[in-house]
């Protein structure tokens, strides 16, 4: 998909203008008509302020909410009594309440002129953030605002410029080993959010978060969540709740994502082995050993998911890999998914930290040993109108099979021909009403059959008598982009000479 074009706030500003001076409109017709132009031109007008007053912000309430917060905050940071505390928080209970307009227009534009009004510095330098004396609620409403202003464009510049990284590493630290008291978890789990906020997609910040030992402080708080032989955790009574611990996870993850396209190079590979080096393989396995034991009123999907996530993202090398895997890791995994099949976000997770596993052939083989063919098998059959879950069950398939003929036999022996063919049949069923699902589960289902016959060409006549050619042939043709190299090649392995048709 072709990214829309994004046009600046001058840019706007100007169109509105020249409709008022050369078309004789009102300023409403004027915006409206710019509003009209932009878009068909197929442009981005998210946070763009639709106004005939146009970059001028002095009266929007963002603004005004951001300058109250601003005046608290100094007026807390430098007598810090109980009145002009609490007149920090109602302000920046009112920015939230700005920020979470119904609206999803007025609401990128209030968060586009918070973010020029100062909000992200008014609130890292807020009494709540900075001073050990905030109470958890305080904390917790102040670092909540941060994710919704970060994903503005320039408030990750922001963030790193006011010292956001340096803030919320002290601000972990108040909270965090020693200090553990009633509502740290809560504040954990509230910085961790604003951390991934501000690292997604910005290396500086990412490199800068795991410089300065942020990773440290959230995988000790994910340790200090584990009861120790049924205890109430390490180091105090307070551990974090699942929500946090999952926002430890996302965190964690982010730093280890390459995903900002801006820099030539990543630091992520390098980041994840720091992380790893660091305690997150115990720390990951123990959350979800605890998932497993839990019942299942007890149970978290969401932070299963989010501990497969991040365990994806970190498991960077074969070391690291085989050392989650000996540590019971690969074996948590699956059993993780099983207990969570129900859920597309366990299933897409937990097949996709597998998937990454499999990248050792020795835990390729363990793998097949316990049964995940026919999890495999069950997956995809929960899920077979899912992109998320279909593309990492049938993507670990064809990765166990990847020039592996011993598992290619006994993939054939477990039934995962059929299983692949019913993901091409939904497909199929699915047409135009779901075509992005449709291509990732017919793509991936072509790469298994190839990687099945690829080294057993014994293996072709059992293929074949599936009914496994037209089903290739009519993916290369309804889904062209994803499926026409692979299904060529599912095709020449197959025996076909005629594979390009």
Same mark, same amino acid.
């Given at each position: 998909?072709?990214?829309r074009?994004r046009?600046t706030?001058?840019s706007f500003d100007?169109?509105?203008?020249e409709?008022?001076?050369?078309?004789?409109?009102?300023p409403?017709?004027?915006v409206?008509s710019a509003?009209?132009?932009?878009?068909?031109?197929?442009?981005d @007008?998210?946070?763009?302020?639709?106004?005939?007053?146009?970059?001028?912000?002095?009266s929007?309430p963002a603004?005004?909410a951001?300058?109250?917060l601003?005046?608290?905050v100094?007026a807390?940071c430098d007598?810090g009594?109980?009145?002009q505390t609490?007149?920090?928080t109602?302000?920046?209970?009112?920015?939230?309440?700005?920020?979470r307009?119904s609206?999803k227009e007025t609401r990128a534009?209030?968060v586009?002129?918070?973010?020029?009004a100062?909000a992200?510095?008014?609130l @890292?330098s807020s009494?709540?953030?900075?001073?050990?004396?905030?109470?958890?609620g305080?904390t917790?409403?102040?670092?909540s605002?941060l994710?919704?202003?970060?994903i503005?464009?320039g408030a990750?510049?922001?963030f790193?410029a006011?010292g956001g990284v340096?803030?919320l590493?002290?601000l972990?630290d108040r909270w965090?080993g020693a200090?553990?008291?009633?509502g740290?978890?809560?504040?954990?789990g509230a910085?961790?959010?604003?951390?991934?906020a501000a690292?997604?997609k910005?290396e500086?910040s990412?490199?800068?978060f795991v410089d300065?030992g942020v990773?440290? !402080?959230?995988?000790?708080?994910?340790?200090?969540s !584990?009861?120790?032989?049924?205890?109430?955790?390490?180091?105090?009574?307070h551990?974090p709740?699942?929500?946090a611990l999952a926002?430890i996870?996302?965190?964690l993850?982010?730093?280890?994502t390459?995903d900002?396209?801006r820099p030539?190079?990543?630091?992520?590979?390098q980041?994840? !082995?720091t992380?790893?080096?660091a305690g997150?393989?115990?720390?990951?396995?123990?959350?979800?050993?605890?998932e497993?034991?839990?019942?299942?009123?007890?149970?978290h999907?969401?932070?299963v998911?989010?501990v497969?996530?991040?365990? !994806?993202r970190?498991a960077?090398?074969?070391?690291?890999?085989?050392e989650?895997?000996?540590?019971g890791?690969?074996a948590?995994t699956?059993?993780?998914?099983r207990?969570?099949m129900?859920s597309a976000a366990?299933?897409?997770?937990?097949?996709g930290l597998?998937r990454?596993?499999?990248n050792?052939?020795?835990?390729?083989n363990?793998i097949?040993?316990?049964d995940?063919?026919?999890?495999i098998n069950?997956?995809?059959g929960a899920?077979?109108?899912c992109?998320?879950?279909l593309e990492?069950a049938?993507?670990?398939?064809?990765?166990l099979m990847?020039r592996?003929p011993?598992v290619?036999e006994r993939a054939?022996a477990?039934?995962?021909?059929?299983?692949a063919l019913?993901?091409?049949r939904a497909?199929?069923?699915a047409?135009?009403?779901g075509f992005?699902d449709s291509?990732?589960?017919?793509?991936?289902a072509?790469?298994a059959?190839?990687n099945?016959?690829?080294r057993n060409?014994?293996?072709r006549p059992a293929v @074949?008598?599936?009914?496994?050619?037209?089903?290739?042939r009519?993916?290369?043709?309804?889904?062209p982009?994803?499926?026409d190299?692979?299904?060529a090649?599912a095709?020449?392995?197959?025996?076909f000479?005629?594979? @390009?048709?």
């Open positions: 998909m072709v990214a074009q046009i706030q001058e100007e169109a509105v203008q409709n008022i001076t050369e078309f004789d409109m009102t409403e017709e004027a409206k509003v009209e132009e932009f878009e068909m031109q197929g442009a @007008l998210t946070g763009i302020i639709k106004s005939a007053d146009g970059g001028n912000i002095d929007h603004t005004l951001v300058q109250r601003t005046a608290a100094g807390a007598a009594s109980a009145e609490q007149s920090e109602d302000a920046c209970q009112q920015l939230l309440q700005v920020l307009s609206d534009e209030a586009t002129v918070a973010v020029k100062g992200v510095r008014a @890292l009494h709540a953030v900075t001073q050990e004396a905030a109470s958890a305080r917790c409403l102040a670092l605002v994710p919704v202003l970060l503005s464009d990750q510049d922001d790193a006011a340096e803030t590493a002290g972990l965090t200090n553990l008291r009633p740290s978890g809560d504040v954990i910085a961790a959010a604003a951390i991934e690292a997604a910005h500086n990412k490199c800068a300065a990773h440290t !402080r959230l995988i000790g708080a994910a340790v200090a !584990r009861p120790p032989g049924g205890g109430e955790g390490v180091g105090g009574q551990p709740p699942p929500s926002a996870c996302n965190a993850r982010s730093f280890a390459a900002d396209l030539s190079t990543s630091r992520a590979f980041n994840g !082995r992380i790893a080096n997150a393989l115990d720390a990951m396995y123990g959350i979800l050993q605890r497993n034991d839990s019942d299942a009123a007890a149970w999907p969401e932070l998911a989010a497969c996530g991040a365990m !994806r970190i960077v090398n074969d070391d690291t890999c085989t989650f895997a000996d540590l890791g690969l948590a699956m059993q993780a998914v207990k969570g129900g366990v299933a897409r997770s937990g097949f597998l990454q596993l499999a050792s052939d020795a835990i390729k363990t097949v040993d316990q995940g063919l026919e999890l069950t997956a995809v899920h077979i109108a992109a998320g879950p990492q049938l993507g670990l398939l064809a990765s990847l592996n011993a290619a054939v477990a039934g995962c021909i059929d299983t019913d993901a091409m497909a199929e069923a047409g135009n009403r992005a291509a990732v589960g017919a793509q991936w072509c790469m059959l190839r099945m016959v690829a060409p014994e293996l @074949l008598e599936k009914g496994a050619e037209p089903f290739l009519r993916a290369k043709v309804a889904h982009a994803t499926c190299d692979v299904g090649a095709l020449r392995d197959l025996g000479d005629d594979y @390009l048709a």
